[in-house]
């Protein structure tokens, strides 16, 4: 039977314009609350207007994306905390170059248009980046039939900061005595979700996935659904009124690749960063998918933050104080000098 | 049968760290081919460094995508068009406020990689980039398994550009009298290829999809598939020597939503563009896939360009010369007052 219509619409095809042009008026009430002082104009240009910083500072750039945490928040219906997570995700990005964020833009590539599921993804967005002084000038949302799986997203987000040429940090500052301090994760953050969900067999059964993921394990809080979809957190509040000083050196934004790959990114040659791995508490859910999983020791460092989300690269005579003066972190290892072929960073016993 | 590993590791869950590795830096290689003077550093860090330009100019940015034209190249396997249509994408969008592009940021989302594809499509960005003068400072490329669909992927981009405050282009210049220049496209862009789809039947079996797409219509110079893989054209070298004059009042790029729906956005209000359907050869490519497909005339003109990429409002004095003294082009109708409730922009017979 064929059940094709004879008149074929965008709408049939999969692309509905008018709910797009409902959300999108909707997005653009969200968006004007975040403007700052540097907007130009609103959101309907072809193009978001921004003012430019001062004449020596230059523009920090950013792209990424939520990864699969969507598929997992998708399970569970809950949308809210996925804008919080491309926001800080891209927030902390720029700030480990020593930048405040000017203004972030917005993708959201779907199957099929959820408008409500779409409103409270830029709802998120709209309150992180309000909350970091960033605004929101431009975003698309594009319904892709075909190319998503069914109910399946990608939430993608570019920013945009600046920072003083002469405040800049890209590891050159770096020298041997610095002290590395981690400051805690909020959890898995946005990175190594399709290794849980392939442990924990959540794209078998979603009934069965659900069940699981409402369980609250003996060692927890909360339940696992609520401990893997925590938001990546932002570590600007903490971070920003520390650059001033000069004290810190480097910054890295353990993301993909965990602590060595990000930090070995802001050490230069000549010099190692040692970090020890007894030097904080592992958080138990990292454990508990090691132990499901039978993950080893060097995956488990590879994919996941393993509890600690930021590094910061400082001097040695502030660097042991700095954990008790920010209420929180510890100091998890030092520079070493080394020699130009050994890693820039290694996790030690 | 069980044949899941016991031991998992993130490439049996579908990401592998080493082959991204790999790519990563063959792409930092094309990407440094694209530097300009505003580039600080280079590709590496956790974000991307540029120059800010003069302390008069605005940033104007810009995020979008391919959307599913993506799936019709994955079919074919032409990988290398689909760079070239998001830089364009893009670039045509900032143009459209008068700036011209400073850097770019791409992003892609996948299933499962396949770095030869990948890296033909950031050959094409690159490409793109460098011959519009375009930084590629940044870009991610995410393996999601289980979120796009086998053999999908989604190609998006950000970009930034400038443009001296006083001469941004945001419609307030337009006046009764103004005549509208419209730019060929090149075929369909990057709108509507989820109607093709439908329309040609391109999802239900690939071996006749791809027949299909070989063939060559009596009306056409080349297949039905490198019709429509061409790629999205970028206006850049052809207007950007107009916009110093003062003569172009606004600029629209006709993306989705087709000529009237982008035309409004810069038309003010009490004024109205009217178009006249008449006034230039819409391609045979649009009759054919009207005609396949039974579309109303109305779907036609909100889904798909018609043949017209960008349109010029322009001062009436140089507006009826402009399409000669640019050796294409055609004047396809005039702005004229209008009441302040009647559409910003509509087609006439």
């Not at 540097?38 to 500072?57: C, D």
């Not at 605004?135 to 900061?161: K, M, S, W």
């Not at 050490?267 to 990292?286: D, E, K, N, Y």
């Not at 929180?328 to 520079?335: D, Q, R």
Request: proline share 6%; charged share 15%.
């Amino acid at each position: 039977m064929n059940t094709q219509p004879t008149a074929w619409t965008y709408a049939q095809a999969g692309v509905d314009l008018d709910d797009v042009a409902q959300l999108k008026r909707r997005i653009a009430t969200l968006a004007a609350q975040t403007f700052t002082p540097g907007v130009v104009g609103g959101i309907g240009h072809f193009g978001g207007l921004f003012r430019t910083p001062g004449e020596n500072m230059l523009l920090v750039s950013s792209v990424d994306s939520v990864g699969t945490k969507v598929l997992l928040a998708a399970l569970l219906e809950r949308y809210d905390g996925l804008g919080i997570d491309i926001v800080h995700h891209c927030i902390n990005d720029v700030l480990a170059c020593g930048a405040r964020p000017l203004f972030f833009l917005d993708y959201l590539g779907l199957s099929r248009l959820n408008p409500a599921a779409v409103e409270a993804i830029v709802r998120g967005i709209a309150h992180a980046c309000h909350e970091a002084g960033c605004a929101l000038i431009g975003g698309e949302t594009a319904q892709l039939p075909g190319l998503y799986r069914d109910g399946a997203f990608d939430i993608v987000g570019c920013i945009v900061g600046a920072v003083w040429a002469d405040h800049v940090l890209d590891g050159s500052a770096v020298r041997a005595g610095d002290v590395l301090v981690g400051l805690p994760s909020n959890g898995l953050h946005t990175n190594g979700y399709s290794l849980v969900r392939a442990v924990l067999g959540l794209d078998d059964d979603p009934q069965r996935a659900r069940a699981l993921l409402a369980e609250q394990p003996a060692w927890a809080e909360a339940s696992l659904g609520e401990l893997l979809l925590r938001p990546h957190r932002s570590y600007l509040p903490l971070v920003l009124p520390l650059l001033d000083s000069g004290v810190v050196h480097a910054l890295a934004h353990i993301t993909g690749g965990g602590i060595c790959e990000n930090l070995a990114r802001v050490i230069p040659p000549g010099l190692q960063a040692r970090v020890r791995r007894q030097s904080w508490p592992i958080p138990p859910l990292f454990s508990f998918l090691q132990e499901r999983g039978q993950i080893s020791d060097e995956e488990m460092v590879r994919v996941f933050n393993l509890g600690i989300g930021y590094i910061l690269v400082v001097d040695a005579q502030v660097g042991h104080a700095l954990p008790s003066q920010l209420g929180e972190g510890w100091v998890i290892g030092e520079v070493v000098t080394s020699a130009h072929d050994e890693p820039r960073a290694v996790l030690m016993p």
